[in-house]
């Protein structure tokens, strides 16, 4: 028989999550703490109805679980290679001395060894969700501060599983730190040589044999047992669940199926995760919250300035800009989610007592409150900088050069060109938004740079009003009228030549600044009925002649519509131009 009170349960959640929640993004809060809000006022320390903890925290655990294997699967090594200095070297860093200098700080206040650790550790992580949620609604995540806070966050997302480890072995008392982190590290390494020997001669074959059946249903549940099955066997040798799952993600990154797998489990993450945040918000005492309020801000307020100022320094000695620096100090400078998981975890291991535990979840809550606002200062702080450093505020080394030519877009179109200019000894500066074309071109020893060229700010990094000339050769229409804009906003009289697919972006981007505009597939269709030409024996400066009309009327000859009285030689090439 069933149970209503479960049932009751589980809709009180649910209703309070549908209303919550889209409440506090359309106030573009972060869904975290809508979720934590959410659950607060279904806990017992508010009016109105109590829901039972025991469900909803048994479920929540999976939320972890199947979050640490969605961050698994956006790591596979060639991703970690393409970004591995900042990873591995600011994001190392970062978590290192920042955790050291918190983790001192506590130890110094009063907490013990084992609990200095853990608080060092857990406020050293910003939140992943909050700071991608930012970029991606500004479109900055392919910005260079954004590509290093995406680096930075994906080093912290790494640490939290050997800290998730380390934390039962911390709470035994009878290892020192040394040796905790040792076994921690040994286990680590065990794990990570059984899963991947497990995964190249078992479940790499068994996914193959699966997607062959073409079942979607089967392949959600293969999804949903290597998961589950991966995170027991980590339990079962002594770690953590989350460890065998974030192993899981990285074993099947570079697999064909990694998409289809991202897609399967973005439902149960999102609800197993969100649960998790209710969960969390259920035993969050407002009243004495209340209480401590200003132990709070105080707390909130040294972590944000404490982590900016840290993370602006290190930037700074990686060589980073000061815009680039500051941006990153202050968008990473809040606590994260993973804070949220480390508290419970701790409480739960007597490793940190209640109180603790409350004042650094209530204070990691409110820096992730105040984010949305403290990134529209950066960006603010930041444009004003870039509007008088320029070329340092973006890394971009162009401060000496004068008389070249900006690409914008580097794919076969820009590279033809460079090679072009080369072969004339013009220099030239290229912008990319591929970071793996970006890396390939600056291994060769290349001027090519990641950034946006529809941006003012990387325009001027890569001296705009110094070049010769601007060609744009990027893929998107709309991009690269963005980009023309740009460009004629900030060097007005400097020379646009624009790469269009046909006729119907020509007009566009005319209107929007452009000196001379290629219609691709127009230009195409006039070299190959050249070549036809001279095959058929017509003299090359007929040949020449007529090209040049066609130019020189603004291809207007070949539109699907042509002229009133078009040449008779335009006749059967406008059809050709058609097909």
Same mark, same amino acid.
């Given at each position: 028989?069933?149970?209503?009170?479960?049932? @009751?349960?589980?809709?009180?959640?649910?209703?309070?999550?549908?209303?919550?929640?889209?409440?506090?993004?359309?106030?573009?809060?972060?869904?975290?703490?809508?979720?934590?809000?959410?659950?607060?006022?279904?806990?017992?320390?508010?009016?109105?109805?109590?829901?039972?903890?025991?469900?909803?925290?048994?479920?929540?655990?999976?939320?972890?679980?199947?979050?640490?294997?969605?961050?698994?699967?956006?790591?596979?090594?060639?991703?970690?290679?393409?970004?591995?200095?900042?990873?591995?070297?600011?994001?190392?860093?970062?978590?290192?001395?920042?955790?050291?200098? %918190?983790?001192?700080?506590?130890?110094?206040?009063?907490?013990?060894?084992?609990?200095?650790? +853990?608080?060092?550790?857990?406020?050293?992580?910003?939140?992943?969700?909050?700071?991608?949620?930012?970029?991606?609604?500004?479109?900055?995540?392919?910005?260079?501060?954004?590509?290093?806070?995406?680096?930075?966050?994906?080093?912290?997302?790494?640490?939290?599983?050997?800290?998730?480890?380390?934390?039962?072995?911390?709470?035994?008392?009878?290892?020192?730190?040394?040796?905790?982190?040792?076994?921690?590290?040994?286990?680590?390494?065990?794990?990570?040589?059984?899963?991947?020997?497990?995964?190249?001669?078992?479940?790499?074959?068994?996914?193959?044999?699966?997607?062959?059946?073409?079942?979607?249903?089967?392949?959600?549940?293969?999804?949903?047992? +290597?998961?589950?099955?991966?995170?027991?066997?980590?339990?079962?040798?002594?770690?953590?669940?989350?460890?065998?799952?974030?192993?899981?993600?990285?074993?099947?990154?570079?697999?064909?199926?990694?998409?289809?797998?991202?897609?399967?489990?973005?439902?149960?993450?999102?609800?197993?995760?969100?649960?998790?945040?209710?969960?969390?918000?259920?035993?969050?005492?407002?009243?004495?919250?209340?209480?401590?309020?200003?132990?709070?801000?105080?707390?909130?307020?040294? @972590?944000?300035?404490?982590?900016?100022?840290?993370?602006?320094?290190?930037?700074?000695?990686?060589?980073?800009?000061?815009?680039?620096?500051?941006?990153?100090?202050?968008?990473?400078?809040?606590?994260?989610?993973?804070?949220?998981?480390?508290?419970?975890?701790?409480?739960?291991?007597?490793?940190?007592?209640?109180?603790?535990?409350?004042?650094?979840?209530?204070?990691? #809550?409110?820096?992730?409150?105040?984010?949305?606002?403290?990134?529209?200062?950066?960006?603010?702080?930041?444009?004003?900088?870039?509007?008088?450093?320029?070329?340092?505020?973006?890394?971009?080394?162009?401060?000496?050069?004068?008389?070249?030519?900006?690409?914008?877009?580097?794919?076969?179109?820009?590279? =033809?060109?460079?090679?072009?200019?080369?072969?004339?000894?013009?220099?030239? +500066?290229?912008?990319?938004?591929?970071?793996?074309? +970006?890396?390939? =071109?600056?291994?060769?020893?290349?001027?090519?740079?990641?950034?946006?060229?529809?941006?003012?700010?990387?325009?001027?990094?890569?001296?705009?009003?110094?070049?010769? =000339?601007?060609?744009?050769?990027?893929?998107?229409?709309?991009?690269?009228?963005?980009?023309?804009?740009?460009?004629?906003?900030?060097?007005?009289?400097?020379? %646009?030549?624009?790469?269009?697919?046909?006729?119907?972006?020509?007009?566009?981007?005319?209107?929007?600044?452009?000196?001379?505009?290629?219609?691709?597939?127009?230009?195409?269709?006039?070299?190959?009925?050249?070549?036809?030409?001279?095959?058929?024996?017509?003299?090359?400066?007929?040949?020449?002649?007529?090209?040049?009309?066609?130019?020189?009327?603004?291809?207007?000859?070949?539109?699907?519509?042509?002229?009133?009285?078009?040449?008779? =030689?335009?006749?059967?090439?406008?059809?050709?131009? #058609? #097909?």
């Amino acid at each position: 028989m069933h149970d209503p009170r479960l049932l @009751l349960d589980t809709l009180s959640l649910l209703l309070a999550a549908i209303i919550i929640v889209p409440l506090f993004q359309a106030l573009r809060v972060p869904a975290v703490l809508g979720y934590l809000v959410a659950g607060a006022m279904l806990g017992p320390h508010t009016p109105g109805p109590v829901v039972d903890l025991a469900l909803p925290q048994l479920l929540s655990e999976f939320g972890v679980v199947f979050l640490l294997f969605a961050i698994g699967l956006e790591l596979p090594l060639s991703r970690l290679q393409a970004m591995r200095r900042y990873i591995f070297g600011l994001g190392l860093m970062q978590v290192f001395l920042t955790s050291t200098a %918190i983790g001192g700080v506590g130890y110094a206040l009063g907490l013990s060894v084992e609990a200095a650790v +853990v608080v060092g550790g857990m406020l050293a992580f910003s939140s992943t969700a909050t700071v991608l949620k930012l970029l991606v609604e500004r479109g900055e995540t392919v910005a260079r501060f954004g590509r290093i806070s995406v680096a930075v966050l994906i080093f912290q997302d790494l640490a939290v599983v050997p800290l998730l480890t380390l934390l039962p072995l911390l709470a035994g008392g009878e290892t020192s730190i040394p040796q905790a982190l040792a076994l921690a590290a040994a286990k680590g390494v065990a794990a990570i040589v059984v899963i991947m020997l497990l995964g190249r001669f078992v479940v790499r074959p068994v996914y193959q044999f699966v997607a062959s059946a073409r079942s979607p249903e089967v392949f959600t549940a293969t999804n949903l047992f +290597v998961v589950l099955a991966v995170s027991w066997l980590t339990a079962e040798a002594g770690m953590s669940m989350a460890l065998g799952a974030f192993l899981a993600g990285m074993l099947l990154a570079d697999t064909a199926y990694r998409h289809q797998i991202e897609a399967d489990i973005e439902p149960f993450r999102g609800l197993l995760l969100g649960l998790f945040f209710m969960t969390v918000g259920m035993t969050l005492d407002l009243p004495a919250m209340w209480q401590r309020a200003d132990a709070i801000l105080a707390l909130t307020g040294a @972590l944000l300035v404490g982590k900016t100022i840290l993370l602006f320094i290190l930037c700074r000695l990686s060589g980073l800009g000061l815009a680039t620096s500051l941006r990153v100090g202050l968008l990473l400078a809040q606590g994260g989610e993973f804070a949220f998981v480390l508290i419970g975890k701790a409480t739960g291991l007597s490793v940190l007592d209640h109180d603790t535990g409350l004042l650094l979840s209530s204070s990691v #809550a409110l820096s992730m409150a105040v984010t949305p606002l403290i990134g529209v200062v950066a960006q603010r702080l930041a444009q004003a900088i870039e509007a008088r450093l320029g070329a340092e505020a973006f890394g971009i080394e162009t401060n000496d050069l004068k008389g070249h030519v900006v690409i914008a877009g580097y794919g076969r179109v820009g590279r =033809a060109i460079a090679r072009m200019l080369t072969a004339h000894d013009i220099p030239f +500066v290229a912008l990319d938004l591929d970071p793996q074309r +970006v890396a390939n =071109a600056r291994a060769e020893g290349l001027p090519v740079y990641y950034g946006d060229s529809s941006q003012v700010g990387v325009l001027r990094a890569a001296g705009i009003a110094r070049a010769r =000339a601007a060609v744009i050769t990027v893929n998107r229409p709309e991009m690269a009228e963005r980009a023309v804009d740009s460009i004629r906003r900030t060097a007005p009289r400097l020379p %646009i030549v624009v790469r269009a697919h046909d006729l119907g972006q020509c007009a566009t981007l005319k209107d929007a600044g452009a000196s001379a505009v290629v219609p691709e597939t127009i230009e195409a269709s006039l070299q190959m009925a050249a070549l036809v030409l001279g095959s058929a024996g017509v003299d090359k400066d007929a040949i020449a002649h007529s090209l040049k009309d066609f130019r020189d009327g603004g291809y207007e000859a070949l539109a699907d519509e042509p002229a009133a009285n078009p040449a008779p =030689a335009t006749t059967p090439k406008d059809r050709d131009s #058609a #097909a």
